[in-house]
């Protein structure tokens, strides 16, 4: 079945780098983009970046651009997020995401999160 399953969050002080990872198994990771969110507390998941199935193209949102950068290792079908210049609004629970062609249709698939949280 399909599973993906994030690490490599933690606790991280203002200014300070964090490297997601997000391990993919169950279907053909190479065939599909890939996307991150983040939900804060009280607040709605948001979309936070995109790659293409290739890695050829990437989409972020603009509270991330310049500081966050998505990449992929189709050869171990893992999901990657690094994140520098971590500021305290970034503090979330951070998910990746994966929508699979099924027989009987596309299915979103989601990972269990992890948490990040920015703080002196």
């Known amino acids: 079945q399909v599973q993906l399953v994030e690490s490599g969050g933690g606790l991280v002080q203002p200014g300070g780098s964090l490297r997601l990872s997000c391990a993919a198994s169950?279907?053909?990771?190479?065939?599909?983009?890939m996307n991150w969110y983040r939900q804060a507390p009280g607040k709605e998941r948001e979309l936070v970046a995109t790659i293409t199935k290739t890695g050829g193209a990437t989409n972020y949102a603009d509270s991330v651009k310049g500081r966050f950068t998505i990449s992929r290792d189709n050869t171990k079908n893992t999901l990657y997020l690094q994140m520098n210049s971590l500021k305290p609004e970034d503090t979330a629970v951070y998910y990746c995401?994966?929508?699979?062609?099924?027989?009987?249709?596309?299915?979103?698939?989601w990972g269990q999160g992890t948490q990040v949280t920015v703080s002196s």
């Open positions: 995401k994966a929508d699979v062609l099924m027989t009987y249709g596309i299915r979103r698939y």
């Open positions: 169950g279907f053909t990771f190479s065939r599909y983009d």
